[in-house]
């Protein structure tokens, strides 16, 4: 069975920086992409950054500059380098990944379950 586990989230400071990571466990083939959502208070879930297996990365407008979106191929775990944190990046944090389970299945995406950061002085 796959599991995702986000860890790292937390209270911030504005202006601080913050790491949250993923790691993905179980009999995974590949992992094609990882994904870095957010879900602000009263919001719905949006796209923050993702990373392709070839290292292929693509930000959010409201990420460029300031997140940074990382993997390690052999641990299977993504990181979200966050700076320059302000209270609007104040959400739940999920990680994704297309990945396949099986050798004779196909890409499927899965998530973990969430991770709060809030930004607050």
């Known amino acids: 069975q796959v599991q995702l586990v986000e860890s790292g989230g937390g209270l911030v400071r504005p202006g601080e920086s913050h790491r949250l990571s993923c790691e993905a466990s179980?009999?995974?083939?590949?992992?094609?992409?990882m994904y870095w959502y957010r879900q602000p208070p009263g919001k719905q879930r949006v796209l923050v950054a993702f990373?392709?297996?070839?290292?292929?990365?693509n930000y959010a407008d409201a990420a460029k500059g300031r997140f940074t979106i990382s993997k390690d191929n052999i641990k299977n775990v993504t990181y979200l380098q966050m700076n320059s944190l302000n209270p609007e990046d104040t959400a739940v944090y999920y990680c994704?990944?297309?990945?396949?389970?099986?050798?004779?299945?196909?890409?499927?995406?899965?998530w973990g379950q969430g991770t709060q950061v809030t930004v607050s002085s």
């Open positions: 179980g009999h995974i083939v590949r992992i094609s992409a």
């Open positions: 990373i392709s297996r070839d290292g292929v990365v």
């Open positions: 994704a990944a297309d990945l396949l389970a099986s050798e004779w299945g196909t890409l499927q995406r899965y």
